[in-house]
């Protein structure tokens, strides 16, 4: 190696160390400001939510012990312990009352020709609350409509807050239903030249599968007042092979995994962790 | 004439302006200054010093660059697309500053969206 060609490499390799420091990795944290303004708020109640769909999952247990647990873990509002309100039967009873009363229609004098109104008749309804639960099962989304009016009762709510020092409530519908599914999927397969190389091909198969649809509609209401602050709704499914039996409870899990981060970022501002370069 | 012509050219490319080089070269110790910060976790300072640089030279793709990290680490993202549009309009090709964009707009889609469901 001749004195030229070594003063070649050096400079080379000065320029390459030189080219190297003009850019530097760095860790950001990117913060998403929280939906709500909830700095007036020091306590939250995960009241309950009317769910339905699938029985092998209670949804409203398992989702307000999952949102109390993560609220608890990263937020800095105090998670209110309370019993989880029924609110199928809640709202069911106010549905029920609403029917019982007379309808506001015009008085019979005002319509020409018409005779006096007669109320709608009151349902016989003697059952107990748990009987009654049996035989309106929520399976559809159609079923959650008739108890979607319990949200808007702000009277409700503001005395629900007043028993908890008016807390930030937390609440909504919970929809977890079975889905299926059949059509042609995308799969990889391993496939061994002779040489014995492994390649990974891309096919299209057709499969049956089944699983799972979530969707929860989160309703947030200020307790003081009664009023709803905020709502928000969302939809996940999953879907699995049909040999493949998952249980659904870890279903629910995996797709309220998906969903959490969005149901924080209402209430508390989150951080994105992520990497950037600087240069120079 | 083409030779005196050429001479005056070669003359400007060698030695260019002073006054564009001083800008330069304050710009870029304000940026390796803010560099140097930003590691150490002083976003706030970083990001006024990338700020001082591209006012000294509003050319600076890199310190463009570096201005919208410091930006998005604060949550300011209209401000950060902007010196993110900046850098890339001045150094189109520059891969680094292309993949903070695109790492950046994905975020930033996202909380567009959050904000209008």
Known sequence: ?280 | MYFSASVVLAALLAFPLPALADARSDAKAQVEFGIKVAQNGLWKEATYRWEKAVQLDSTYAEAWNNLAIGYEHQGRFDEAEKAYQNALKLDPKNVSIRQNYDLFKEINDRTKRRRDR
């Not at chain 1, 029917?99 to 007669?118: D, K, S």
């Not at chain 1, 995996?254 to 970022?265: A, V």
Request: aromatic fraction near 8%; charged fraction near 25%; charge should be neutral.
């Open chain 1, 1 to 280: 190696m001749t004195a030229r060609s070594a003063a070649a490499i050096a400079s080379l390799a000065f320029l390459c160390a030189s080219g190297c420091t003009n850019f530097y990795e760095v860790p950001i944290e990117t913060p998403i400001q929280a939906k709500l303004d909830v700095s007036a708020f020091r306590r939250v109640l995960i009241a309950g939510f009317i769910s339905g769909g699938t029985d092998d999952v209670d949804a409203n247990l398992e989702t307000v012990r999952l949102l109390r647990s993560q609220l608890r873990s990263k937020t800095n509002l105090r998670v209110i312990e309370a019993e989880v309100l029924p609110l199928v039967e809640l709202a069911g009873e106010q549905a029920a009352k609403t029917a019982a009363e007379p309808a506001t229609l015009p008085a019979a004098g005002e319509i020409p020709g018409a005779q006096p109104a007669t109320p709608a008749t009151a349902p016989d309804d003697t059952r107990k609350p748990e009987d009654r639960k049996q035989e309106t099962p929520v399976r559809s989304k159609k079923d959650l409509e008739k108890f979607d009016r319990i949200f808007a009762d702000a009277a409700f709510w503001k005395k629900l807050g007043e028993e908890y020092e008016s807390p930030l409530i937390v609440t909504g519908t919970i929809m977890f239903t079975p889905h299926q599914t059949a059509g042609f999927v995308n799969v990889n397969r391993e496939v061994y030249d002779q040489l014995g190389r492994r390649q990974v091909m891309q096919s299209r198969v057709y499969q049956e599968r089944k699983g799972f649809i979530l969707e929860p509609k989160f309703v947030f209401i200020d307790g003081r007042t009664g009023a709803t602050l905020h709502s928000e709704s969302y939809r996940r499914e999953i879907l699995y092979p049909s040999a493949q039996s998952t249980p659904a409870l870890a279903s629910y899990f995996e797709l309220m995994d998906q969903l959490i981060p969005d149901f924080l970022g209402a209430l508390s501002t989150q951080k994105i962790r992520g990497t950037r370069i600087l240069l120079r």
